[in-house]
């Protein structure tokens, strides 16, 4: 029965360290704690427990080896889901992440500055698949997250430490590339409106030009006017006096 306990227990060990490895790793990427994988250790721990207080009876008892085997396999069960809740938090985090780097800097600038964006996806696309196969085979659940722990997290990890650790770098870069766009805008506007502005001038000017440069038909009233009188007047045109038979009473 002792060599059962121990056989179970470095069983479990191992399991629970795998699971707190990835456990700190997640919780590195997401700097959150993933509480569900901490909720699945403290269920495991309870079970082991359990197994503990009925080791000593259970060696003679069928009931309580039975219910010893319980304890101990749902402990390793609980090893497992914290390891497998770690990986499901680290997967979905960068996957948010990544959706939310593509709105805020759009997809071509941000490939043009991290081609490893491509491959980022496609990790994450596969890794998506993992997980849904995991859940409609449980049988190979334990080997398929395996698998992702062991060949998909750490370029996932990798690539989205990458892209973090470079954001700044990123906005600046997005940032001088909106700003040399609006100087193009703004230079291919005027491009268009000073031949515009320099015509319009021109024909204005032209046209004042014309106005004043050209001759006269008729001449204006008020010059006819001064014309008349600054002409001499003749003694015909003089008033002559009254004559006395004109003024003379009646």
Not at 31 to 56: F, H, K, T
């Amino acid at each position: 029965m002792r060599e059962e306990l121990g056989a179970a227990l470095a069983s479990i060990a191992t399991e629970w360290d795998k699971a707190e490895k990835l456990m700190k790793l997640a919780e590195k990427v997401r700097a959150e704690v993933v509480q569900p994988s901490v909720n699945e250790l403290r269920y495991a721990g309870r079970r082991l427990v359990d197994a503990w207080q009925i080791a000593v009876i259970a060696e003679d008892d069928p009931e309580k080896q039975k219910a010893f085997d319980g304890f101990v396999n749902d402990a390793l069960f609980r090893c497992h889901c914290a390891q497998h809740d770690a990986v499901d938090a680290t997967v979905l985090f960068v996957q948010s992440a990544l959706n939310q780097y593509e709105e805020d800097f759009g997809l071509g600038p941000l490939t043009r500055h991290f081609p490893d964006v491509a491959d980022l996806r496609l990790s994450l696309a596969e890794a998506g698949d993992l997980i849904v196969s995991s859940r409609a085979n449980r049988g190979n659940r334990v080997a398929e997250y395996d698998a992702l722990a062991a060949q998909h997290l750490p370029p996932i990890i990798t690539t989205y430490r990458k892209i973090q650790t470079n954001r700044a770098a990123l906005e600046a870069l997005v940032a001088d590339s909106a700003n040399e766009g609006r100087i193009t805008s703004r230079r291919f506007r005027w491009s268009i409106i000073w031949p515009v502005l320099v015509a319009v001038v021109i024909a204005v000017a032209a046209y004042f030009a014309g106005r004043i440069t050209a001759p006269t038909a008729s001449t204006p009233p008020a010059q006819s006017a001064a014309s008349s009188l600054s002409k001499p007047v003749t003694p015909d045109a003089q008033a002559q006096p009254p004559s006395p038979s004109s003024t003379a009473p009646r």
